[in-house]
């Protein structure tokens, strides 16, 4: 893997983060509660229980915000990533 390489990937990983955060942030509130938790979220309501379940689909749609910011975010980055490296002269041999 050359240093362009691990730029890019360098920049992927840091888009990945900045997006799902930002996903995670503008997630849509839950009534009387508002905004679910994280680990609520991170399961797509999974662990929710009894009547709790009402908000399955608050917390379904919460975590598609953070992988929606997580791909764009992962795109974003790998391009920027590679606008960064350019086209930068590269030793020979």
Known sequence: MNA???KVILCCALGVILGA???YFYRPSAIF???LPFDVVITRGGNLKGLDQIYLEVAK???N???IGGIAGA???ALAGKKLTGNSPT???
């Open 75 to 77: 795109i974003l980055g």
């Open 4 to 6: 362009m390489t691990g």
């Open 65 to 67: 915000y953070m992988l």
């Open 91 to 93: 030793k020979a041999g």
């Open 61 to 63: 749609s919460s975590f």
């Open 33 to 35: 509660i508002g905004q």
């Open 21 to 23: 955060s930002t996903g």
